[in-house]
């Protein structure tokens, strides 16, 4: 049997009450619900497909005539139709190091009449390019201040943003150069005021995935979450309120957490203490937010730290502190940790917590902590299934009997949340009584095409819209997608998909073939086609296809496919051909995908791109960043230029050895148009394996478990191992690596581990042999054994072999050599800081 792994974490009894917490309300999970509308009584739609279409997707809007505005972290601002034509309304130019861009996105209430669209971003400032350095002096640090920006600006009649009416209404100071925590979700009360959601900006990778509150002088503040979410008088990590005025101005509504006047605060915070309250939505019936709070990343409970990693959904009936640096869940305190000395100090008081930190700029008395109204982890909650923890607010429905949509959803969901979860990958709804205690939790169409949920909203007309991020890390993916879900008991729309052979090229004439793959009836009717080649109206071919056609013209053009069904049901597919302009065709030569390295090590990289239009590469426009992969998503924490250097990998101590973590480096160069053609962006991405990698984190595997054991780096191993089964990891190169070592545990008689190349059956790597240990929960570290790298890169697979059966466990596989890396001499740091050596 061949699976992935998914993510484990031991539970200990420092998180009794997060068990508590979450008996409870599987206790009030328990009572069944009315019947829910089957699966069948939805339509997916499939309104906009693929990186050219959504970028990274961000976030969406859905205007009055429910045609969908939606954006992409690098600044583009996409309009689909809801016959799937997809336009880009306009680009926002944006600073987007590490986590940085273009965040979010909402409509006026009362768009009709004023045509105004919010966004907000990190504006391009005079702040450095590269990254901050983590220490140093005040003087060092000046330089990367700056901030991220709440703007709104006209979309014209044409469906186009006009650049020249943006209001700057309001600055939200931000630690640049550095991860993490943006925040960027913008949404309107019933009375009109406008709510933003606001990161805490604050790199969370030097704490043991505990809270970071490193107050050391010479550290950078960007490594305190106090001077941020704990500051009264700081507008990171909030729910902030305003009521933006005609001139783009703004009142303080009353109601917020401080009044105004009040000495070291800021008026506009509604709510605050967060990380990164990513997502939330507004119930204009309650007025509740409902919200989902990332949490930090600590595999499990310590007394001398605090709590394991938590994350949580709120909903905010007021103004209140939700904790965070100090207090998480259920009101479950971080310990203060003086990072100078590595002392503990004493747990902090959630009744009534204290903000002492030197970075502190508001008030030291703080108000009482709220605790949250669902924390989980894991499987805690079992509703909620397993694996990471990504929580997103969802919308709540509000059935309209006056509403004549026929794709409206029924008035069953009247009032219920639908939350959903990024990494998860689902929507469920969530029934609450009146005093917004949780009722119950069940699925919410199980069976849509979803991979990630970066952002859903109902529309005017009582749909759900879905903005699907993909299956990429970042800067977009194939099965990155915009959906609309009808309510649709009767026949289904159409399936409609169509590929190109050529998207872009210099010359014309350019013949492109499409293919129509994939396109189907749910109910197996009968199909026609009309091709429209040039989006213009006229039906160009009602072939099946694959059909083919020649573009005379430069320009970009739009080919759409309507297929329609014998219901008369008609889906919509589209893909957009560049002829004039080729896209760069970037390779990174070095490092190879795969490499392996150390996190806080130097990678040399070597970057090759051509460009057919613009004949030499201007290296210095080559962007290179590097990123902590996480479980299936990744932090961008460094950046450099050009087409050779080193690139630096920051140490990461915000993970658990139960989180599963690599590298991932991407290089991209944007050309210079042609002849009146926008730029075109071209990348190229390696994945880089640390040298110390838990076993349980394979690619793939036939007969092993994963089993759990306390003694288990991160709680977790490779388990059940008889003769013949394997393990696989991909990508992994094995240039600069000169043995491998494991860390064991065997019950049972032991045996060997052999690396194949490739295959279970491949080239034969090297052969380690296990011994015994006399139990399960006792462990031995083999010593590395010499290993070659195979003449072709490609998976590699640990295959084990003995007699018997319950040979032996994996606990880790250890990479020795200098891999891809260059390592930092200890004193390097300190040299760069003070400007010795370069970046």
Not at 347 to 360: E, R, T, Y
Not at 542 to 556: K, N
Request: hydrophobic share 35%.
């Amino acid at each position: 049997m061949v699976r992935t792994p998914r993510r484990l974490r031991l539970r200990t009894v420092a998180a009794a009450v997060l068990a508590t917490t979450a008996m409870t309300a599987a206790t009030a999970v328990a009572a069944p619900p009315p019947p829910a509308p089957p699966d069948t009584a939805f339509d997916q739609i499939t309104l906009a497909k693929g990186e050219s279409k959504v970028g990274e997707p961000m976030a969406l809007a859905v205007l009055p005539d429910r045609r969908v505005l939606h954006s992409s972290r690098d600044g583009a601002v996409f309009l689909t139709t809801p016959d799937a034509t997809t336009v880009r309304a306009g680009t926002i130019p944006v600073y987007n190091h590490d986590e940085d861009g273009l965040q979010g996105i909402a409509v006026d209430p009362d768009f009709v009449r004023n045509r105004w669209v919010y966004v907000y971003y990190a504006p391009p400032l005079d702040t450095p390019a590269g990254d901050a350095p983590e220490e140093g002096t005040p003087q060092d640090f000046a330089p990367f201040e700056g901030h991220n920006l709440l703007s709104r600006f006209k979309l014209t009649d044409a469906g186009t943003l006009d650049m020249a009416s943006e209001q700057a209404i309001l600055r939200v100071p931000t630690q640049r150069g550095t991860c993490c925590h943006a925040g960027g979700e913008i949404d309107f009360d019933a009375r009109g005021n406008l709510l933003l959601s606001t990161g805490d900006d604050t790199n969370p990778f030097s704490s043991d995935g505990y809270a970071p509150i490193d107050e050391r002088p010479d550290r950078n503040p960007a490594f305190d979450a106090q001077r941020s979410s704990a500051n009264t008088n700081d507008l990171r990590g909030k729910i902030l309120r305003i009521d933006v005025q005609d001139d783009g101005t703004y009142r303080i509504p009353q109601g917020n957490l401080f009044p105004a006047g009040t000495d070291k605060t800021r008026p506009e915070i509604y709510a605050m203490g967060f990380r990164n309250p990513f997502r939330f939505t507004v119930d204009r019936e309650t007025g509740w937010i409902h919200l989902g709070e990332y949490g930090p990343d600590a595999g499990s409970a310590d007394p001398a730290r605090g709590p394991g990693g938590l994350v949580e959904y709120n909903v905010i009936k007021g103004p209140g502190n939700y904790g965070w640096p100090y207090c998480i869940g259920d009101n479950q305190p971080f310990v203060d940790y003086d990072f100078a000395t590595g002392q503990s100090g004493q747990p902090f008081d959630c009744a009534a917590p204290k903000n002492l930190s030197p970075h502190n700029t508001g008030l030291v008395d703080l108000p009482p902590v709220q605790p949250a109204w669902l924390p989980y982890d894991d499987d805690s909650v079992p509703e909620l299934g397993s694996g990471p923890e990504s929580p997103m607010g969802g919308p709540v429905y509000r059935f309209d009997p006056s509403l004549k949509s026929p794709v409206k959803f029924p008035r069953y969901f009247d009032g219920k949340v639908l939350n959903y979860e990024w990494d998860r990958g689902w929507i469920k709804e969530f029934t609450l009584g009146r005093e917004g205690e949780l009722q119950g939790i069940r699925p919410f169409f199980e069976s849509m095409e979803l991979v990630r949920p970066m952002n859903i909203e109902f529309g005017p007309d009582g749909a759900l819209y879905v903005l699907d991020y993909g299956s990429s890390y970042f800067g977009g993916a194939p099965d990155s997608a915009l959906y609309r879900i009808d309510q649709n008991p009767g026949s289904k729309t159409p399936k409609v998909q169509v590929s190109a052979d050529k998207v872009s090229s210099g010359q014309a004439p350019l013949t492109v073939n499409f293919d129509p793959a994939g396109t189907e009836d749910p109910e197996g009717g009968q199909l026609s086609y009309a091709w429209d080649f040039n989006n213009d109206g006229t039906v160009d071919s009602t072939e099946a296809g694959p059909v083919s056609f020649t573009y005379d013209q430069r320009g970009a053009h739009t080919a759409k496919l309507a297929v329609t069904d014998p219901d008369g049901r008609t889906g919509y597919a589209s893909v957009q051909i560049v002829v004039g302009n080729t896209p760069p065709q970037v390779e990174i030569e070095l490092p190879p995908d795969g490499g392996v390295f150390a996190f806080g090590e130097q990678v040399p990289f070597r970057v090759r791109a051509t460009d057919a239009e613009d004949g030499e590469i201007d290296c210095s426009r080559m962007e290179l960043s590097y990123a902590l992969g996480h479980d299936s998503h990744a932090h961008p924490l460094s950046e450099e230029s050009g087409c050779e250097g080193v690139i630096e990998t920051p140490a990461d101590e915000g993970h658990g050895l139960d989180a599963d973590v690599f590298g991932v480096i991407t290089a991209s160069y944007t050309d210079n148009g042609a002849e009146g053609l926008p730029p075109v962006e071209g990348s190229g991405r390696v994945t880089l394996q640390p040298k110390h990698k838990q076993a349980e984190f394979f690619t793939e595997s036939q007969g092993v478990e994963v089993v759990e054991e306390a003694g288990a780096e991160g709680g977790s191993k490779v388990g059940a191992v008889d003769d013949s089964d394997w393990i696989s990891f991909s990508p992994v190169n094995l240039t600069g690596i000169d043995g491998i070592g494991y860390r064991v545990s065997a019950a049972g008689p032991g045996g060997t581990i052999e690396v194949r190349a490739g295959a279970p059956d491949g080239e034969l790597l090297h052969t380690a042999q296990v011994p015994t240990t006399g139990g399960g929960d006792r462990y031995v570290d083999i010593e590395p054994v010499a290993v070659t790298a195979p003449g072709t890169p490609g998976p590699l697979f640990l295959v084990f072999r003995g007699g018997g059966t319950g040979l032996f466990e994996l606990d880790a596989v250890k990479f020795h050599g200098a891999g891809v890396s260059q390592p930092v001499p200890p004193d390097d740091a300190a040299a760069r800081a003070q400007g010795d050596l370069p970046r």
